[in-house]
T-cell receptor, first 114, second 114 residues
């Protein structure tokens, strides 16, 4: 079946604008994660969804970042009033549930804030 | 912070076995060892995971020491397409709302040479 998909693949935006990044997880996967990878940096966790609820938002860097998940499927990560330091690759992953399930990653959205 | 230590880079000749070490001396009894890799410009790819016993799948073998303080990922016949950053991660695989997030370190850049 299809893997995790993300859109857009690339996004260039001006500083101060809002952006929305979309993630379509693997069908049936209940757990969904957002990570980001800045240039020259490692991958950092942002937020975790189990179903439509987000029990772990500890990685969101500021209140400009928010995410939602509807219908236990698609998730949207929103960044308000973008800053240049928000430039990164935003990665989404899904897994079959809690426990020792592996996470499957999408190709990422490359966000560039000018 | 990541709870693992890996060499920053390794070389391997094509067709030979690649042995990637990882130290996780502070691992807890309920933490699994996971390996992911990230090929340039792609999302991370799950390879293998284990708790106590050695594991093998179609991609690789995972050897965990008896005291669980270190492990080795073995790619039995490395190809050029195996050139990637390899991440060793320890994580709790919990139920009941545990986050299961992945905390990535800096990984090992494996360069497979022709």
């Amino acid at each position: 079946g299809a893997g995790v998909s993300q859109s857009p693949s690339n996004k260039v935006t001006e500083k101060g604008k809002d952006v929305e990044l979309r993630c379509d997880p693997i069908s049936g996967h209940t757990a969904l994660y957002w990570y980001r990878q800045s240039l020259g940096q490692g991958l950092e966790f942002l937020i975790y969804f189990q179903g439509n609820s987000a029990p772990d938002k500890s990685g969101l860097p500021s209140d400009r970042f928010s995410a939602e998940r509807t219908g236990g499927s698609v998730s949207t990560l929103t960044i308000q009033r973008t800053q240049q330091e928000d430039s990164a690759v935003y990665l989404c992953a899904s897994s079959g549930g809690q426990g020792a399930y592996e996470q499957y990653f999408g190709p990422g959205t490359r966000l560039t804030v000018t | 912070d990541a709870k693992t230590t890996q060499p920053p880079s390794m070389d391997c000749a094509e067709g030979r076995a690649a042995n990637l070490p990882c130290n996780h001396s502070t691992i807890s009894g309920n933490e699994y060892v996971y390996w992911y890799r990230q090929i340039h410009s792609q999302g991370p790819q799950y390879i293998i995971h284990g708790l106590k016993n050695n594991e093998t799948n179609e991609m690789a073998s995972l050897i965990i020491t008896e005291d669980r303080k270190s492990s080795t990922l073995i790619l039995p016949h490395a190809t050029l397409r195996d050139t990637a950053v390899y991440y060793c991660i320890v994580r709790v695989a919990g139920e009941g709302g545990a986050t299961n997030k992945l905390i990535f370190g800096t990984g090992t850049l494996l360069a497979v040479q022709p």
